[in-house]
């Protein structure tokens, strides 16, 4: 079962690679080729998120049971999450580059996803900081928690600020898609395959924490 | 109100998967006391920890049965004592403001009974130092007034962690006074090595025998 | 209820007296506020700074003063050994709230210090002054009400010194963020009505801080 998920997901993120790279691309005003960043940009970004919402509910889930589990479910969420924020920022600041002038603009968006960075930044310093796990995991569980309440302020603060400028090719304003049918495919497959992607390397990082835990219970 | 058990529930600390100890029971109602009894770096003082509520046990509960009710953490507020080398009072503020302060939080009413307080210290032999900074004070002093914190409020739960540490004849002899006192208010749990301690007790809780 | 209140008074005027006896934190933040308005000033020389280019100084001003005290109230009880002896008196909410009363006291007193020497010191123009005092003031209060949970987070970690900035900053950037833009905008003289948005998000991340934490803030203290 396990193999036949791994080949899988193998399969999908090749084809998106391929497809992605060498299909044609409609045109698209301003964007051109370059548009072909959001088959991997915009499902890192995607990932980021859910691993912090995940981090967040095993965070409650852990505060709530005081099982150690949830709390090793939490931190391997945040660590995947971090894992993927960076991707998002690089392949998001790539993209900056060639279609903005720079790396780094300030846009509204790269502001979001550098306080999230410095969130997840924040929560594996105070996990270093504390040397105790039961500690650890209650007060990290809680920082998480509050970062996690304060961050859909930013919805509304980020519009009264600046103007974006990224673009918006999956939802936009109108509330309608304006992709393609090709372009559709590959990219809901791509968000499909680095969904699995993140689910199977999440599963693997759990039993590989939940190990080093034991084994770290059997020393003592 | 003259019915108060401690119970503690199969009590079992682990910090970092090392048992400290585990599957601890014991049961004491009005009138009874337990000393507390194992080598340095035991558990004792964790166990007492336990019991007072500063920290919760990996598994099993402790519970406080009053005429067969069940009290809550609100219990452990008002009507328990604890003294512990882990627990400090301000040292900026003044023996009777502290026992004002804490007595104010832990009473429930409006104007502190001065008078009262005024007893504790005298009982404990600081009345003199009332009014001096606790960062004066000599460790046998300090040790004094936190005797005096734990008699706050007539507490029903005594506990006493190493109670004798930097005491002098007059220290001691309050010990045993208090002690025997509380067989009559409530109950006594004392965690000592002190042979002199066990005496004052009639239950002995031996940790080591909780080891697993 | 009315216990509660009592409870709530007692601790935050215990530490007031132990704050105006030890002077811990009261001196420390004084010189850390005029070593970073000397600095401004030196900085600025005779230059005439925009209002705009002030109102970020002035919340940096604020953002690190409010770093270097507010962590301390949970900070000095764990490290004098005196929260054991707290926790066994009353109960986590009225701590935390006796706690954030002191701290807004402490803060309200120490920003309004910032405010005149900055206006003394800058040509700061503040042309709408009460819609100003009030931004600032809701700022404050957000200020606290996220300080003071991450200050009993970090009262229990180790390197408790460099971690508040670090814990802090992310949380508190939301509120930053609007305060600063609500407070240039109120010193360039525009009308309460034109940035109720910002009052509104001011006052909605308060609610919301100072709900969760409470509701969370049992499962730091214990142990």
Same mark, same amino acid.
Request: a neutral charge; charged letters at 15%.
């Given at each position: 079962m396990n193999n036949i998920f791994k080949y899988s997901v193998f399969v999908i993120i090749s084809l998106v690679i391929i497809t992605g790279i060498v299909l044609p691309i409609p045109n698209i005003p301003a964007l051109g080729d370059k548009a072909r960043v959001l088959y991997f940009h915009v499902p890192m970004s995607w990932i980021s998120v859910v691993a912090f919402v995940m981090s967040l509910w095993y965070a409650v889930r852990y505060l709530k049971t005081k099982e150690i589990t949830y709390d090793i479910k939490s931190f391997s969420a945040a660590q995947l999450g971090f894992l993927f924020c960076v991707l998002a920022t690089a392949t998001g600041s790539l993209w900056a580059k060639f279609n903005w002038g720079?790396?780094?603009?300030?846009?509204?968006?790269?502001?979001?996803?550098?306080?999230?960075?410095?969130?997840?930044?924040?929560?594996?310093? @105070?996990?270093?900081?504390?040397?105790?796990?039961?500690?650890?995991?209650?007060?990290?569980?809680?920082?998480?928690?509050?970062?996690?309440?304060? *961050?859909?302020?930013?919805?509304?603060? *980020?519009?009264?600020?600046?103007?974006?400028?990224?673009?918006?090719?999956?939802?936009?304003?109108?509330?309608?898609?304006? *992709?393609?049918?090709?372009?559709?495919?590959?990219? @809901?497959?791509s968000l499909l395959g680095f969904t699995l992607l993140f689910l199977w390397v999440m599963n693997l990082k759990v039993r590989l924490e939940l190990l080093k835990y034991r084994k770290s219970l059997k020393q003592a | 109100?003259?019915?108060? +058990? !401690? =119970?503690?529930?199969?009590? +079992?600390?682990?910090?970092?998967?090392? +048992? =400290?100890?585990?599957?601890?029971?014991?049961?004491?109602?009005?009138?009874?006391?337990? !000393? =507390? !009894?194992?080598?340095?770096?035991?558990?004792?003082?964790?166990?007492?920890k336990i019991v007072s509520g500063l920290i919760s046990p990996t598994a099993g509960r402790m519970r406080f049965l009053r005429d067969d009710n069940e009290l809550d953490r609100e219990f452990v507020r008002t009507s328990m004592g604890f003294v512990s080398p882990y627990l400090n009072l301000y040292d900026e503020l003044t023996a009777l403001e502290n026992l004002r302060f804490f007595s104010g939080l832990k009473s429930g009413k409006d104007n502190s009974d001065d008078e009262k307080l005024k007893s504790h210290l005298q009982f404990v032999g600081l009345y003199e130092r009332r009014n001096d900074e606790v960062k004066a004070y000599s460790s046998g002093m300090k040790q004094k007034l936190k005797i005096a914190f734990s008699l706050l409020n007539e507490p029903e739960l005594l506990l006493l962690d190493e109670p004798r540490s930097n005491l002098d004849r007059d220290g001691i002899s309050i010990i045993e006074k208090i002690a025997e006192g509380q067989k009559e208010k409530g109950v006594l749990i004392i965690a000592t090595n002190d042979e002199d301690d066990l005496k004052l007790c009639e239950m002995k809780i031996n940790i080591e025998e909780h080891k697993k | 209820m009315k216990n509660f209140l009592r409870n709530v008074r007692i601790i935050f005027l215990k530490?007031?007296?132990?704050?105006?006896?030890?002077?811990?934190?009261?001196?420390?933040?004084?010189?850390?506020?005029?070593?970073?308005?000397?600095?401004?000033? #030196?900085?600025?020389?005779?230059?005439?700074? $925009?209002?705009?280019?002030?109102?970020?100084?002035? /919340?940096?001003?604020?953002?690190?003063?409010?770093?270097?005290?507010?962590?301390?109230?949970?900070?000095?009880?764990?490290?004098?050994?005196?929260?054991?002896?707290?926790?066994?008196?009353?109960?986590?909410?009225?701590?935390?709230?006796?706690?954030?009363?002191?701290?807004?006291?402490?803060?309200?007193?120490?920003?309004?210090?910032?405010?005149?020497? #900055?206006?003394?010191?800058?040509?700061? &123009?503040?042309? &709408?002054?009460?819609?100003?005092?009030?931004?600032?003031?809701?700022?404050?209060?957000?200020?606290?009400?996220?300080?003071?949970?991450?200050?009993?987070?970090?009262?229990?970690?180790?390197?408790?010194?460099?971690?508040?900035?670090?814990?802090? #900053?992310?949380?508190?950037?939301?509120?930053?963020?609007?305060?600063? &833009?609500?407070?240039?905008?109120?010193?360039?003289?525009? &009308?309460?009505?034109?940035?109720?948005? $910002?009052?509104?998000?001011?006052?909605?991340?308060?609610?919301?801080?100072?709900?969760?934490?409470?509701?969370?803030?049992?499962?730091? /203290?214990?142990?």
């Open positions: 720079s790396f780094w603009n300030w846009d509204p968006r790269q502001t979001s996803i550098f306080i999230l960075l410095l969130i997840y930044g924040a929560y594996f310093a @105070l996990r270093s900081a504390i040397d105790a796990e039961e500690q650890r995991a209650r007060l990290s569980s809680v920082y998480a928690i509050i970062a996690g309440i304060t *961050m859909p302020f930013f919805i509304f603060i *980020m519009p009264r600020l600046v103007e974006t400028l990224h673009p918006d090719p999956i939802i936009n304003n109108s509330g309608k898609i304006n *992709m393609d049918t090709t372009m559709l495919i590959i990219f @809901l497959t | 109100m003259k019915s108060l +058990t !401690v =119970i503690s529930e199969n009590l +079992t600390k682990k910090y970092s998967g090392k +048992t =400290i100890f585990a599957e601890l029971n014991f049961n004491l109602s009005y009138g009874q006391s337990a !000393v =507390i !009894v194992g080598r340095n770096g035991s558990g004792k003082s964790t166990l007492m | 530490d007031v007296r132990s704050e105006l006896r030890t002077r811990y934190v009261i001196n420390s933040l004084l010189m850390f506020v005029l070593v970073t308005i000397s600095i401004i000033r #030196f900085a600025i020389g005779d230059e005439k700074i $925009e209002d705009e280019i002030l109102t970020g100084l002035l /919340w940096i001003s604020i953002f690190f003063s409010a770093s270097g005290g507010l962590a301390r109230t949970f900070v000095k009880e764990e490290e004098k050994e005196t929260s054991s002896a707290l926790k066994l008196s009353a109960s986590p909410t009225e701590i935390f709230v006796g706690k954030l009363f002191f701290n807004l006291v402490l803060t309200f007193i120490l920003n309004f210090l910032i405010l005149i020497l #900055f206006i003394l010191i800058t040509e700061y &123009n503040i042309k &709408n002054p009460l819609l100003f005092i009030s931004v600032l003031s809701l700022g404050n209060i957000g200020l606290v009400a996220a300080s003071t949970i991450i200050a009993a987070i970090i009262s229990k970690a180790n390197s408790k010194g460099t971690l508040y900035p670090v814990l802090s #900053f992310p949380v508190l950037l939301p509120l930053l963020l609007t305060v600063i &833009n609500a407070t240039k905008l109120a010193s360039a003289g525009i &009308n309460s009505a034109e940035i109720m948005g $910002e009052i509104r998000i001011l006052v909605s991340y308060t609610v919301v801080v100072i709900t969760v934490s409470v509701m969370l803030f049992p499962f730091v /203290w214990e142990d």
